[in-house]
């Protein structure tokens, strides 16, 4: 047997990497009309007016933001439970959770820094 008699079962165009999902042209064409109708609403709600209140429009862009994140990574980055034997999904979780501490825990710092810290800065 060659040195390359084991080129041909490993051989799929993509440098040996046949066991990573592709994307397909269906696929994309779907996440581009996914993300321009998930980019489309906010924008409209936000140019008309629709709900008037600002906090719940904020609240309703950050709903769409997070389903269009989803969105991205099905079908752009065809990230899946499946993919790297769920490796990638185990880093995209704890990614996740650090993301949402670190946030969360600045917000929680400022909000008691305001409240706590400068009782006369509401007097001014």
């Known amino acids: 047997m060659s040195a390359g008699g ?3 079962e490993h051989h799929d165009g993509h440098g040996g990497h046949g066991a990573q999902p592709h994307g397909s042209l269906r696929g994309y064409i779907t996440g581009f009309l996914l993300s321009v109708v998930l980019t489309a609403i906010p924008f409209w709600l936000v140019m008309n007016d629709v709900l008037g209140n600002s906090t719940l429009t904020a609240i309703v862009i950050m709903a769409f933001a997070a389903v269009q994140i989803v969105v991205h990574m099905v079908y752009f980055l065809h990230m899946n439970s ?4 769920g490796w ?3 880093a ?6 650090i993301v949402v501490i670190a946030l969360s825990g600045s917000l929680w710092v400022m909000y008691h820094l305001n409240t706590n810290m400068m009782p006369d800065m509401h007097r001014m």
């Open 88 to 90: 990638s999904m185990m």
């Open 92 to 97: 995209l979780i704890f990614t996740i959770i």
């Open 82 to 85: 499946r993919a790297e034997e």
């Open 6 to 8: 084991n080129q041909a």
